[in-house]
């Protein structure tokens, strides 16, 4: 019998967890039986989000979560009315939001099961949005189930990790992401693999490689720039040609979908409407989106630059496993001779210390830096 879980891929002990909860929820007396409220937390990834979703269709659906009836699949598109999922696109979740947020949800449940919220980013509320969100949480209404989900539990506030139940995803294995993108997308096996193993178990990541070429020919040249770093003046343009990179690949994603949002939202307001009232309601509505854009089209140039970061690092880490003589357990097997070529040149200690300068690099970006001068800053460390 397929089930709305199946989709989580190298997750059974959470699984088994998420199902025996969902047979508490079913009993007669679910408000005794059931946690209310949960924390999921894992790599970027590894499906926590997936499984906080899955996890709330099984809640509602009537047979606790056979993944085909009404209830699994408006859970999935987010059309189902009990189950609200919050996704982040800004660099924060305002005590605005978690206000107006708790005003929806404090409803009964429509169809009469659970009423769910999702969080997505809970690493994102600011303070007074988490402590908006701590009453809700230590006073859940009976049929309402939190399900909130974060990198890792430092990344939520103590006082709202102290009444979650927590749930830990691990990184799938590059052959569970392999056999997901073969069986479940239609991608070759050589593809998958490939796709699988430099994406580290992250799935979103190696389905989009796998389904992009464009993708991967950046990713072609970002993997060729630690070679190319043989004076300052090649660190600097490295640094330039990384920052285009992602800025690119940031915004080709976004401008259309920005414009097709303010077109969206003019048309709700009425385009050309002449009511003056009418107008100026328009103009700041469109002036807050257009705020709410740039804070988003920062946030992917930053998400976009942490993920070429993190393939560079996989560069020096097999640098590492060779000088380290593991030398069949590369990650980038199609840059081999390249990688050898490396490890001959570079002392052990300095290709440590350069995965080190690129990880701090990451967290200099995650705490708002400038992005080129942060660039610069590690190519001229790694060159
Ligand atoms: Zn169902």
Redesign the pocket.
């Given at each position: 019998m397929t089930t709305?879980f199946d989709d989580l891929v190298g997750q059974r002990h959470i699984t088994e967890i998420l199902q025996s909860a969902v047979a508490a929820s079913r009993t007669d007396t679910p408000s005794q039986s059931m946690t209310h409220a949960w924390v999921f937390t894992g790599p970027p990834g590894s499906g926590r989000s997936s499984a906080a979703v899955a996890f709330a269709?099984a809640l509602v659906?009537?047979?606790g979560?056979?993944?085909?009836?009404n209830?699994?699949r408006s859970v999935r598109t987010g059309a189902h009315p009990d189950v609200e999922v919050i996704r982040t696109e800004g660099l924060s979740i305002k005590v605005e939001d978690v206000r107006e947020l708790l005003t929806r949800v404090s409803w009964a449940p429509s169809m009469g099961g659970w009423r769910v919220v999702v969080m997505e980013d809970a690493d994102r509320l600011t303070e007074s949005a988490a402590n908006a969100l701590l009453k809700a949480i230590e006073e859940p209404g009976a049929r309402t189930v939190w399900l909130l989900c974060a990198p890792t539990l430092h990344d939520v506030l103590p006082t709202i990790r102290s009444r979650c139940r927590h749930l830990q995803l691990r990184t799938p294995s590059t052959t569970d992401v392999a056999d997901v993108l073969q069986n479940r997308d239609g991608i070759s096996a050589q593809m998958a693999d490939f796709a699988a193993r430099v994406s580290q178990g992250h799935i979103g990541r190696a389905k989009y490689l796998a389904t992009n070429e464009s993708v991967r020919s950046n990713r072609g040249v970002i993997m060729k720039l630690p070679l190319q770093l043989n004076s300052i003046a090649a660190a600097f343009a490295a640094a330039q040609k990384l920052v285009d990179l992602a800025t690119t690949e940031a915004n080709v994603s976004s401008d259309e979908r920005d414009e097709r949002e303010v077109n969206a939202l003019q048309e709700a307001y009425g385009k050309g409407a002449t009511g003056r009232g009418m107008a100026t309601g328009a103009a700041k509505a469109v002036k807050e989106l257009e705020k709410e854009q740039k804070a988003r089209a920062t946030r992917m140039v930053r998400d976009s630059l942490d993920g070429a970061l993190l393939d560079i690092a996989t560069f020096f880490r097999d640098v590492m496993m060779v000088q380290s003589g593991y030398t069949d357990a590369l990650i980038n097997v199609d840059m081999k001779d390249e990688i050898n070529a490396y490890a001959e040149k570079v002392a052990p200690h300095a290709t440590i210390n350069k995965i080190g300068a690129i990880m701090e690099a990451r967290e200099h970006l995650n705490r708002n830096a400038a992005p080129l001068l942060t660039i610069e800053a590690l190519m001229c460390r790694l060159a």
């Open positions: 709305v269709a659906c009537p047979q979560g056979c993944g085909s009836c209830e699994c």
